[in-house]
């Protein structure tokens, strides 16, 4: 069983920055492959960004939001830089055991509650 734990949501100014950080439980964290998605209200969850020993992103944040891990401290971090209205969403951490770098939420083995992310015009 992993647990996962999101932080960091808030609500901010477009234009602006924010950094969600998400704990996982687990002694084997290094061998997780480890997801951002997000959901806005009345859309579908959606992928963002993932991490392996490499990265892959959604086009709609490409060179504006940065994943990455520190496998000593079971965390995995989402740097979102240069936020927009439309990236407010909830915005959910997940864990894939298999280590199958993928953009399907349906590849997830966990998920932690989310944190909100608002963007304000």
């Known amino acids: 069983q992993v647990q996962l734990v999101e932080s960091g949501g808030g609500l901010v100014q477009a234009g602006g920055s924010l950094r969600l950080s998400c704990a996982a439980s687990g002694r084997t964290f290094n061998s997780y492959v480890m997801a951002w998605f997000r959901q806005a209200p009345g859309r579908e969850r959606e992928f963002v960004a993932a991490i392996s020993w490499n990265t892959v992103y959604a086009d709609s944040v490409k060179g504006r939001f940065t994943i990455s891990r520190d496998n000593a401290k079971n965390t995995v971090y989402l740097q979102m830089n240069s936020l927009k209205p439309e990236d407010t969403a909830v915005y959910y951490c997940?864990?894939?055991?298999?280590?199958?770098?993928?953009?399907?939420?349906?590849?997830?083995?966990?998920w932690g509650q989310g944190t909100q992310v608002t963007v304000s015009s």
């Open positions: 997940a864990a894939d055991l298999e280590f199958v770098l993928s953009s399907s939420p349906h590849e997830y083995d966990y």
